[in-house]
């Protein structure tokens, strides 16, 4: 009886966090779906407009000119990224296209069918998150090389740090634990490519402390110059960074590219003139350098709304032309066309770049609850996993990624459902700007939730 009781309350519990969830992911849904809503939105708008790139930034984070730079490289890449559909089908079957193959048709396919019922399909994205005592995998204060002080949660007011505790167990996954020194071997003389937004600059910090243990050490060269990452005149900081060890000669890099359109002044000697945003054509840095990357992670999400368009000055460019076409004019129509010309473009390149594996990430959650960033939204629970621990699902909440990776050799990273459980791993009101009642529940603490990223990754390359 008493334990029938139990049971029913956890069920309870558990159909509501459920509802909660379904609740999210319909919002999301319409979010993308409906235009208007991303117009009247505004205000969350500035809040991602400043809150990633602007107001929580610190003073050597403030805003990047990516339009400068990636003008310049516009001369000597005039590459058009290729439509064409890859053959979808009787592509080789490489070790990750095994272990990630819930998401691609071709892993339920007859091929398969013989083995599957002994060997389960491996998707990372389904499993639970446990408590681990060996965490984190790096010091919250020592990694002060590579870790954005406004992100280092251990240098702020918070006094909880249980979220630091978790680890995430897949469930038909061989997900060993994170080794630094094997993995850098694994990693010798290869090159870690990360371009996305400021979620993608929180996964190379992340990459970075894991690989130095979050220790300051000669064994790392910066090595910006070679990749034209240098601060641009009149700029703050430049559009990424590099760095190389020595001892294994392993490069990791991040590049600004929040929405990996590439971008082109409209006229060169006049910035404020505006942004052509090619929906159409991968950025111009990784047209440029996609021969030195082994391992290529990509993100986008958080920019693809009226206000961050309107304030940077984005103009929507399809076929090197403004665009005419209404119905990409609704943001989420536009991002869908870039993130699927993106991966087309890099499936179009694996042929000729056989070592390379290229990861699409699928979109990091935001937490904000009865507001948003600037009407006192908040992310103020503490506690680890109160909605629960698990994802069950086969299916990624990131649709959008989802559907473009498909048929092609881009592997999804998925991250959301998983990411979604851990509402209490942001930087909340403990970021630079709580003073002024302004709350971060789209960055996450560091070390944190972005470790688990990269410990899903670092497993398939
Ligand atoms: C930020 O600035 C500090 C001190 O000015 C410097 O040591 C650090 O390398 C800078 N970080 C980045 C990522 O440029
Ligand atoms: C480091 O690795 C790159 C390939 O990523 C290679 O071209 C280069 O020669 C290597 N350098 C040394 C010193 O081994
Ligand atoms: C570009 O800007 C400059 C300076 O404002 C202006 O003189 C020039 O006419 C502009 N060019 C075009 C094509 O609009
Ligand atoms: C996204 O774009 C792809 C390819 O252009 C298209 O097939 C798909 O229907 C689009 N999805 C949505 C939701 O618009």
């Known amino acids: 009886m008493k334990g029938g009781n139990s049971f029913r309350s956890r069920g309870r519990k558990f159909s509501s966090g459920l509802l909660a969830l379904l609740f999210a992911t319909v919002l999301l849904w319409i979010w993308e779906k409906n235009p208007f809503i991303n117009t009247l939105q505004s205000a969350q708008d500035q809040f991602l407009l400043s809150s990633s790139e602007f107001i929580f930034d610190m003073p050597n984070d403030s805003m990047v000119s990516a339009h400068h730079k990636e003008h310049t490289d516009e001369k000597d890449a005039n590459v058009t990224p290729k439509i064409s559909r890859k053959a979808e089908q009787g592509s080789d079957n490489s070790v990750m296209e095994k272990s990630t193959s819930a998401l691609s048709p071709k892993g339920k396919g007859a091929r398969h069918s013989k083995s599957s019922s002994k060997r389960k399909v491996c998707n990372y994205a389904k499993g639970r998150w446990v408590a681990d005592k060996g965490r984190p995998l790096y010091s919250g204060f020592g990694c002060k090389q590579w870790l954005s002080e406004m992100w280092a949660c251990r240098l702020t007011q918070r006094t909880d740090f249980s979220y630091e505790g978790y680890q995430w167990q897949p469930e038909n996954c061989e997900m060993p634990e994170f080794e630094r020194s094997s993995f850098l071997r694994r990693m010798q003389d290869k090159t870690i490519a990360f371009i996305g937004d400021s979620l993608g600059r929180q996964q190379f910090q992340s990459l970075m402390c894991m690989v130095t243990g979050g220790e300051e050490s000669p064994d790392v060269e910066d090595v910006g110059v070679n990749y034209g990452l240098v601060i641009p005149p009149g700029a703050i900081r430049p559009d990424g960074w590099a760095f190389r060890l020595r001892s294994t000669n392993t490069t990791i890099l991040y590049y600004w590219s929040a929405s990996l359109c590439d971008l082109e002044l409209l006229n060169i000697t006049d910035p404020s003139a505006g942004v052509a945003m090619h929906l159409d054509r991968p950025p111009a840095f990784m047209r440029k350098f996609l021969d030195t990357f082994d391992v290529l992670v990509l993100n986008t999400g958080h920019h693809w709304n009226r206000g961050k368009l309107n304030a940077n000055k984005w103009v929507m460019y399809v076929n090197g032309r403004p665009n005419e076409d209404r119905n990409l004019a609704a943001i989420g129509n536009a991002k869908n ?61 990131d649709l959008v990624v989802q559907s473009a990776v498909r048929g092609t050799k881009v592997k999804i990273l998925d991250i959301t459902a998983l990411s979604e459980l851990r509402d209490e791993g942001h930087i909340s009101r403990f970021s630079a700007k709580a003073s002024d009642g302004v709350k971060d529940c789209l960055h996450w603490c560091l070390p944190g939730i972005p470790d688990t990223w990269n410990e899903i990754l670092c497993a398939q390359v």
Do not use: A, Y
């Open 337 to 397: 066309l870039t993130v699927h010309s993106v991966v087309r473009w890099v499936d179009s390149q694996l042929p000729s770049h056989p070592r390379l594996k290229s990861f699409f990430r699928t979109i990091s959650p935001r937490h904000f609850l009865n507001g948003e960033w600037n009407t006192g939204g908040s992310c103020d629970n503490m506690s680890p996993l109160s909605k629960g621990s698990v994802v069950s699902q086969d299916e990624s909440n």
